[in-house]
């Protein structure tokens, strides 16, 4: 069965820094597209930004609100993708969901999200 | 970035009845490879979204057919033909012909 499962979440500070993962399986991670999308508590989804495969050269795109703090990454020989989150906001907080794109589009698999907490 | 609306905001179901969700973009979302990359999700309460249709009209796989999708440019809907129980939850619409990608407030269908 074809899963993404988000890791790495908790309660950081305002300024700290996080890192997420996103462990797959189920599919073969090397050829997808992968995307970060977040949900803040009671709100709509937010698109934090994507790697394409290296079939793709890998290029990252980013949503406004994190770019130049968030740097996405994968790992393909671990069936692994990161999100680096750096100079953490209150305005960050939100569960942090994987996608993966199988084939269809670029949302066909969604995770559980993991939540990221930023407070004093 | 591309501004994504949905109409209504909440929307109350009769079960057995049909409903219909308006999303319209502030751009075209036509592609130069001929795509149309709109896609809905629907999120239940208390679980991730999941992708029921992609590229307009294409239903992704398990979605029942009671779900449809149509329109083209700036202007698109979902259609549940008739709706059932578990189709509680709040449906958005989302671009992904432009960066960055954006979606829709989301509409929240409850019976």
């Known amino acids: 069965e074809e899963q993404v499962v988000e890791s790495g979440g908790g309660l950081v500070k305002p300024g700290g820094s996080l890192r997420l993962s996103c462990a797959a399986s189920?599919?073969?991670?090397?050829?997808?597209?992968m995307t970060w999308v977040r949900q803040a508590p009671g709100k709509g989804l937010e698109w934090i930004g994507r790697i394409k495969s290296k079939a793709y050269g890998e290029i990252r795109d980013y949503g406004t609100p994190v770019k130049g703090r968030f740097i996405i990454s994968r790992d393909d020989s671990r069936n692994t993708l990161y999100l680096q989150m750096n100079s953490l906001e209150t305005e960050d907080t939100a569960v942090y969901h994987c996608?993966?794109?199988?084939?269809?589009?670029?949302?066909?698999?969604w995770g559980q999200g993991t939540l990221v907490t930023v407070s004093s | 970035d591309v501004v994504m609306t949905q109409t209504p905001l909440s929307s109350p179901v009769t079960l057995g009845q049909p409903a219909s969700i308006s999303c319209r973009s502030s751009q075209s979302l036509l592609q130069s490879d001929g795509n149309t990359y709109l896609n809905w999700l629907q999120q239940r309460p208390g679980q991730p979204p999941r992708l029921l249709i992609y590229?307009?009209?294409n239903r992704f796989s398990g979605v029942p057919d009671r779900f449809s999708g149509s329109g083209s440019g700036t202007d698109f809907t979902l259609k549940i033909s008739r709706v059932e129980a578990e189709d509680v939850g709040v449906y958005y619409c989302m671009q992904a012909t432009h960066l960055p990608q954006t979606f829709g407030p989301g509409t929240k269908v409850d019976i």
């Open positions: 189920g599919f073969t991670f090397s050829d997808a597209w």
């Open positions: 996608v993966a794109g199988l084939g269809a589009s670029e949302y066909d698999r």
């Open positions: 590229r307009v009209s």
